[in-house]
């Protein structure tokens, strides 16, 4: 891509003036619909050093309202930053519905000057692009905007605006030794480039080369660019809405599909026939008072034991817990907690999202809570929503929940790379015992503020929590982030269950290393 | 995936019987209404060796119309075969609109018996799965259907299923070596199914794993994946159909909106700074008659020379010609192949797609026509129709035309991995020499079958149809397949740069090996 780019293109200041005026004008008006229409946009700049990208970010945020974007900074991670996995300090910079992230550098950086000083490695790199390529597209697919520049300029001129750099003594400090050498090393830094940008131009995210020979003609580009991608979000997200408007309309008068009524019944056909991993659990699976004693005090120890060895050897631990109400969650999580150090980990409880949540990713508010190295994080209920109430409520489209296991698998290899041991527990119960459970919370004034009406309404669904609970197991059990299913009837078994895999896993990676 | 699923699955004969007979019917209908509606069909049977593919396409053919469907059986390679690219042969057996095709084995052999056995090196995997999944996602982008089914038994099951077959003179043939290997390694075997699995499990080609101890349960849950997937899709399709007609009646109504007026000044802004690869060509590069002929005479005895070493060491060669109407394609191609062995080459005419062609994806007739190892493909005009006279007269949606790009970089690159070389050329002539040669072929007697009115009508096109050859040729120039502007107001000069070109590459791959 980058060979057959033109650098000489230059603009003069009149034409310049002509044509920044309207384009600051649009560039307001769109900013305006874009916060209208919840319509989220980010906009990364990236390419060579000297280019020009703050300069260029500066004129950029001129024409749009302060209130309504922010400039992110991306430099060496920072001690927090290098703690957690590499998406993370990005995933939680994304903007909200309606806002504006500018990206001084980004995620590329992995595979553009990380690379070429060989931070990342080269086995690395497949991986790399898969989790940039699956970040963009699951953005994407929420409805984000994403504007890719990339600055160009040629050898000669980057190593003349380093030499003026560095002439002055107030500007002396922005050319470092790593800009001289890849300016020597120009060529085998533009591969690099080329590499990455081919691997990383899709139609969801694509690619605008910027000649920035010439800062003027850059300017006018990099607005018209801008505009361009905004506008045809917004024409869209409005034909989207009036299409949606016209069919409703339509469908009030038209008869029912008789396609529609097969697919139907063949999903209650599928759903006899598909795996039963709920069914194979034994529910039977008892231990006495004093077996349990015994057995939670041992692990218990051994929990703690291993909590600082963790530490020590800076490996996060994410632990979620889905299931029934009234499964046992709990429980399991207080007795697993119950010895460790609190400045180790912490228990992140799940609830309907908030309006700031609502505005982002369904991942966001869980990138946001991953731990750092050497911590545990325990999440009560868990990303798995998306394809469990999400899908059975229709809080989601069938198109989202459908996508969300993939995206799922992703986002747990890519806490895998990082180093994080992932486990997932199912809390089982059948259905007669939640009836006892829900009763007994009743009746006891301790324990009623834990039944709510909801509770035994979500009880009515149980089929299709447990066809949906069945279709999510078989989905999303990987190697890397195994889901177990815990035989919840009776809670002492259960809580050992769930203390002895934490113990093995960590006891497995640490003989790893 | 695999350790979560329940083997000991079954169904009675009279629950059988009584599923079966509705479920057959019911495939029947929703045949005739995919052939209606024109939706491609594509069923993947994979899974364990000896657990029923056969026997099971056997049943699910039994309620189909025959002249609406076509199971193929992938073996080994053929002779012809192994000298294409390792998806050619799946490429050209996707269905047409309406069709089915049933896959007895598949294209995931490369990723499963062919990586066991080594015949693919693992270096070669991460290209081969984003081979397998840019060709699905593509079909499906496509309207495909894609259904996979993965036949799944334990070991045991297999070993006592090898054992019966290689007891009984008249199947002992069936049970192979491979076989016996492996079942023996079944586990190791295991575990490459669940990589492939997890790989290639996406929202648009999901796998279904279908539990196989038990036939009649496998038919069933075969039959009824089979008609969810088809009936989902034809609610889809009519979906889209009444959303679309609704959208246009109300279209007429609503004023035009604003974003639209925006996004189209800002393509029109952007085509100006748009990067002009062709503004670049010198067109005042030419030869003398003298100086042609002696380049001529030694760059065609080279080829010669050439193109017998390529047919000694198998390596295929793709070469593309697009331009401008008369700018010298078919010249150029005369004397490139005029000395060669014509048995050893090619020349694909592109025309408008016939009925076949259309009721296809568009690149099917490309991946048809693709050469033999050791043999050379011209194309006159190609698969790059799609971003040019597709894109300017609306024959395919922007949607379309966008993805493209993608999708053809990945299909160049399948051949570049097969080993090809690759070259794209494009003719490249300014307005006046185009009209001085329109002008001299409507005079000439001879000449004038070459011209049509067509011509004059694209040529009035001529801004269009170069501001998107600039974003093709950016977009698609890669190191793997390189796009070459041949400046071609000089015949002479045109000639002897095809000609050269093709030379040079060909020296360079032959000194690599």
């Known amino acids: 891509m980058l060979e057959k780019v033109d650098l000489t293109k230059k603009l003069s200041k009149e034409d310049y003036k002509g044509k920044m005026e309207h384009l600051e004008v649009r560039l307001g008006q769109l900013q305006r619909r874009c916060k209208e229409l919840g319509i989220p946009v980010l906009i990364v700049f990236e390419g060579f050093g000297a280019a020009g990208k703050g300069l260029q970010i500066g004129y950029l945020i001129q024409s749009m309202d302060p209130r309504g974007f922010q400039v992110f900074p991306i430099k060496n991670e920072t001690e927090e930053e290098r703690m957690h996995p590499f998406m993370w300090r990005f995933w939680t910079k994304t903007p909200a519905r309606g806002r504006i992230s500018i990206f001084d550098g980004s995620w590329y950086r992995r595979v553009l000057i990380d690379r070429f000083e060989k931070r990342t490695k080269e086995k690395e790199i497949p991986d790399a692009f898969h989790s940039i390529n699956s970040f963009e597209e699951q953005l994407a697919d929420d409805g984000n905007v994403i504007i890719k520049l990339f600055l160009d300029i040629d050898q000669k001129e980057q190593r003349k605006r380093f030499d003026k750099l560095a002439k002055n003594k107030e500007t002396a400090w922005r050319v470092t030794q790593g800009d001289i050498e890849r300016n020597a090393r120009y060529g085998e830094y533009a591969d690099m480039m080329e590499d990455m940008l081919f691997k990383t131009d899709t139609d969801y995210a694509p690619w605008t080369i910027i000649e920035s020979m010439d800062r003027r003609f850059a300017t006018v ?26 069919a409703e309309e339509a469908e009030k008068e038209s008869e029912s599909l008789e396609a529609s009524i097969v697919a139907r019944e063949a999903d209650r056909e599928m759903k006899e026939l598909q795996v039963s991993i709920l069914s194979k659990a034994d529910l039977s699976l008892k231990y006495t008072r004093e077996e349990y004693k015994e057995k939670l005090k041992k692990l218990q120890k051994k929990i703690e034991k291993l909590h600082g060895e963790l530490y020590r050897r800076r490996i996060p631990v994410v632990l979620g817990f ?31 999202p908030n309006d700031i949540e609502k505005a982002h990713h369904y991942l966001w508010r869980f990138w946001k809570a991953m731990p750092k190295d050497g911590h545990v994080a325990i999440f009560d209920r868990t990303w798995y929503g998306r394809v469990m109430v999400e899908r059975i409520e229709g809080f989601c489209t069938k198109e989202e929940w459908q996508r969300a296991y993939k995206e799922i698998n992703d986002m747990e290899k890519d806490l895998y790379d990082a180093g994080a041991i992932v486990i997932k527990f199912w809390m089982h119960i059948d259905k007669d015992e939640q009836e006892r459970r829900f009763k007994e919370r009743q009746e006891n004034p301790e324990k009623q503020w834990k039944i709510t009406d909801e509770d035994w309404r979500n009880r009515e669904k149980w089929d299709r929590y447990e066809d949906s609970a069945n279709e999510m197991l078989l989905r999303t059990s990987t190697d890397y982030a195994p889901w177990v299913v815990v035989e919840g009837n009776d809670k002492y078994y259960a809580r050992v269950k769930v203390l002895s895999t934490v113990v093995k896993a960590i006891e497995a990676r640490l003989q790893e290393k």
């Not at 018209?224 to 989207?240: F, Y």
Request: charged share 35%.
């Open 221 to 246: 580009k990099i607005y018209t660019t801008v505009i361009k991608a905004m506008a045809d979000q917004i024409e869209k997200v409005e034909k989207q809405k009036a299409e949606e408007r016209a």
């Open 322 to 352: 889905e299931g029934w109400d009234a499964g046992g969650k709990g429980g399991a999580i207080k007795r697993l907690t119950q010895k460790m150090d609190p400045r180790g980990y912490v228990v992140n409880p799940t609830a309907s």
